[in-house]
């Protein structure tokens, strides 16, 4: 890794998760290395480095969950954990050679479009920096959400949120208060149960939960995987197309769900023998409406003595106490926030000024839109990885930026071959496809289920889900359509640099 920013380069990169690290990769594969990473954290790894708290583990089989190009052939677990994911993509950077271009702890402050150099003038935390190309990779998950509780700033004890876990706080014998029950909860709250000397947890909306299928991957599959890495393939296509089978119900038939919220139910009914906390622990929404989560000791976290489940909310946070609506009082001496992050309300977009001097999050105007989850109208020369409409409910993001980046490299090769400086998307473009994208999600689980979710945005509209398969992604993105693009005018008016916001940018 490096300190010293270059004034100039081709391409600049913002974030060194999956998403950035794998468009450096490719750039460093084709022999274009004139590009840098800016990178906020002090380590590669994107979500992966920020969030250490217990238990952190992704809900994706690890077969799945590496760059295909790269495949991990000795991971530990079914599904993989935090820090082995983390090794996975520093290993990347080694084995790729990218490290050189890295600038760790270096924060994008603003970043506008010059029309007249044809290039984004960037300031970081590092200093200025000028790039022809701007790929911004923050990842969706990663500026923490903390509810504005009224009486937080009295409360006396110690508060940190889940993506910035707090090591140096030991919870043993504490009276610690979990806010939130969605899939950082479900992971946290069985891991430190056994610590503490009282838990209670918050909870707002009650997830589904199925069966947690972790495993160790044994030492006898490790060594096969090596000795015949085509094993492996097989497996990840396998786990691939199985996963894919719930496209079916998510985006097109969600009554085709039941049979699995009857799965869930009766996971359910195993766990929780107390008809009472039973009822309190089944959501009111359609399965799939919200992420599906998976444990299996998170029901029986409930059965503990020393845990409590609230659900009537929190009216109030006192000194050494949290107050719940229906009157009563939890004591606590640490809060902890597993709340989520603001997918669609990203800092960075409100750091990013395209050609007409609006900002992206003034442009998007509170739902977040994209060409093909990566280019938008009126920002030339920036693509978006992990852009609107790129999340999915079933299966690995690494496939949807794998094909974006591939699209990315696409249109550098195009415009190179062209003689074009400066490409965007056209705008009816844009427009045709959100509004595609909008009919196909109206019947899809995540906006018919009865349920309000981080994927819809401020406007109510869904701009987080890819409402197709995946294959269909990777189809519609496999060659870049120059025709969806023209070459913005050449402007003489400056661009501001002015910094628009004092909220770190997750990276």
């Known amino acids: 890794m490096v300190e010293q920013l270059p004034g100039r380069v081709d391409v600049a990169i913002v974030g060194a998760g999956f998403g950035g690290l794998g468009m450096a990769i490719q750039l460093e594969r084709q ?5 840098v990473v800016l990178e906020r954290g002090t380590d590669v790894g994107g979500a992966w480095h920020a969030n250490t708290y217990p238990g952190a583990q992704c809900d994706i089989p690890s077969s799945l969950y590496s760059f295909s190009f790269a495949p991990k052939l000795d991971w530990t677990r079914a599904y993989p954990e935090q820090k082995e994911i983390q090794g996975y993509l520093r290993g990347c950077v080694e084995r790729f050679g990218i490290g050189d ?63 910035t876990w707090d090591h140096s706080h030991d919870l043993t014998d504490r009276d610690v208060a979990v806010i939130g029950t969605g899939a950082t909860g479900v992971q946290v709250v069985p891991r430190i149960r056994n610590r503490v000397r009282r838990l209670t947890v918050f909870q707002r909306t009650p997830p589904w939960v199925i069966p947690h299928v972790d495993r160790e ?13 085509p094993l492996q393939r097989l497996v990840r296509g396998l786990v691939y197309a199985f996963n894919e089978h719930f496209v079916l119900g998510m985006s097109y038939w969600p009554r085709l769900l039941k049979a ?35 444990s299996s000791d998170w029901y029986p ?49 409100r750091r990013l000024r395209g050609s007409e001097g609006r900002t ?24 978006l990885l992990y852009g609107p409409n790129s999340n999915l409910g079933h299966s690995s993001i690494v496939y949807m930026l794998e094909s974006q980046v591939r699209y990315v490299m696409g249109a550098l090769k195009a ?3 062209r003689g074009h400086e400066a490409l965007e998307v056209r705008r009816e473009v844009q427009d045709a496809y959100n509004e595609e994208l909008q009919r196909r999600l109206a019947r899809s689980v995540w906006d018919s289920g009865g349920c309000g979710s981080w994927y819809l945005d401020a406007n109510g509209r869904d701009s987080t889900q890819w409402p197709g398969f995946t294959l269909e992604f990777r189809l519609r993105t496999r060659a870049f359509d120059l025709d969806s693009y023209s070459e913005p005018p050449v402007t003489s008016r400056m661009p501001s640099t002015t910094l628009s916001g004092s909220s770190n940018v997750g990276m």
């Open 101 to 163: 271009r890295i600038h760790l702890e270096t924060e994008l402050q603003d970043a506008a479009w010059d029309g007249n150099r044809r290039r984004w003038r960037i300031e970081t935390s590092a200093g200025p920096l000028e790039a022809r190309v701007l790929v911004a990779a923050p990842g969706l998950l990663s500026e923490p959400s903390t509810p504005a509780l009224s009486g937080l700033e009295r409360f006396e004890g110690r508060t940190f949120h889940t993506a």
């Open 260 to 294: 699995h919220e009857l799965y869930a139910r009766l996971h359910m009914r195993r766990q929780v023998p107390d008809p009472d906390l039973r009822r309190r622990l089944t959501p009111d929404y359609s399965f799939g409406c919200k992420r599906i989560l998976l």
């Open 217 to 229: 991957v044994t030492m006898i599959a490790r060594r096969l995987y090596h000795l015949a890495p």
């Open 360 to 383: 992206l999050s003034e442009a998007w105007g509170g739902s977040p839109q994209a060409y093909l989850a990566t280019a938008v109208a009126g920002f030339p020369n920036l693509f």
């Open 415 to 417: 415009m190179r071959e």
């Open 301 to 349: 976290s409930f059965e503990a003595p020393n845990v409590e489940l609230v659900t009537s909310g929190v009216e109030e946070v006192r000194e050494r106490s949290v107050v719940a609506f229906d009157g009563t009082e939890h004591p606590a001496d640490t809060l902890v926030f597993a709340t989520g992050f603001v997918p669609t309300d990203p800092p960075i977009a």
């Open 31 to 35: 022999a274009l290395r004139d590009f």
